[in-house]
């Protein structure tokens, strides 16, 4: 019976360095992928921001859906994830938008200390929203709706992936308001943006909204909060 109980152990590390070992390549995997488009960016950058119309809005939209949104899905399908995994179901919704209110306001109260104005207009600094805009009624819609889709729900699904994948690797639940994973992401956004000359209030500001994507799962167990926070904080422009 001893000898069952230890094998049993043995199996039970070994499954637990596997899943470990698995979501460290998966990580590893999203950040290269994703490192690799921030690389090639400033070529295509000029040429991107000189579309018009709703093509202009999908070609954008479809760059940033590269930079982080296509590695997740191809991971998801190869792990046979669904987004339901990384608490995108109906359970504690509510609790998951409350706080993302309230987050958000936080960190729109200190954009506009920090501007000496009231930024609170969601993407309005977004180069999407203002092709969107310029469409009129009902193609203006469409556009708003790839750039919810792509500058909201992908990039705040990134995030998510990112802490779970990371708390996995560590070993961690992944529960509370300072896991490895909420750390991590928020100082990897807060970089992230820092290389691409945001400067020191760039960090900070990108720190804050990596924290607040990150951290809604890990205290609701919901992460539709996640998409809501990035939607209401990326780009926020003045009223």
């Known amino acids: 019976m001893g000898e069952v109980r230890s094998s049993d152990m043995r199996s039970d590390d070994a499954v637990v360095r596997a899943v470990r070992r698995a979501a460290a390549i998966d990580l590893a995997v999203a950040i290269a992928f994703l490192v690799v488009c921030y ?10 921001r000189r579309g018009h119309g709703l093509a202009g809005v ?3 939209a479809a760059n940033q859906f590269t930079f982080e949104g296509l590695a997740l899905l191809l991971i998801m399908r190869i792990r046979s994830e669904r987004f339901s995994d990384y608490g995108f179901t109906v359970r504690n919704a ?5 706080l993302a209110l309230v987050l958000a306001a936080i960190y729109d109260v200190g954009m506009s200390w920090h501007a000496h104005a009231l930024l609170w207009i969601p993407l309005r600094r977004q180069p999407a929203t203002r092709m969107s805009l310029e469409l009129g009624f009902p193609l203006s819609l469409a556009g708003l709706a ?3 889709a792509t500058w909201g729900f992908f990039e ?3 995030g998510v992936f990112f802490a779970k994948k990371l708390n996995r690797a560590f070993g961690h639940s992944g529960r509370g308001w300072f896991s490895p994973g909420v750390i991590g992401f928020a100082l990897f956004n807060g970089l992230i943006h820092l ?3 945001q400067g020191m209030a760039g960090f ?5 909204s990596g924290y607040a994507i990150a951290v809604i799962p890990g205290v609701t167990e919901n992460a539709w909060g996640s998409a809501l926070v990035q939607t209401l904080t990326d780009a926020v422009g003045k009223l």
């Open 94 to 98: 509510g609790m998951s938008v409350a």
């Open 58 to 60: 999908v070609v954008l």
């Open 39 to 48: 690389v090639s960016e400033p070529a295509l950058d000029s040429l991107l």
């Open 195 to 197: 290389t691409v000359h």
């Open 204 to 208: 900070v500001g990108s720190f804050a």
């Open 146 to 148: 790839v750039t919810v």
């Open 156 to 158: 705040g699904c990134f």
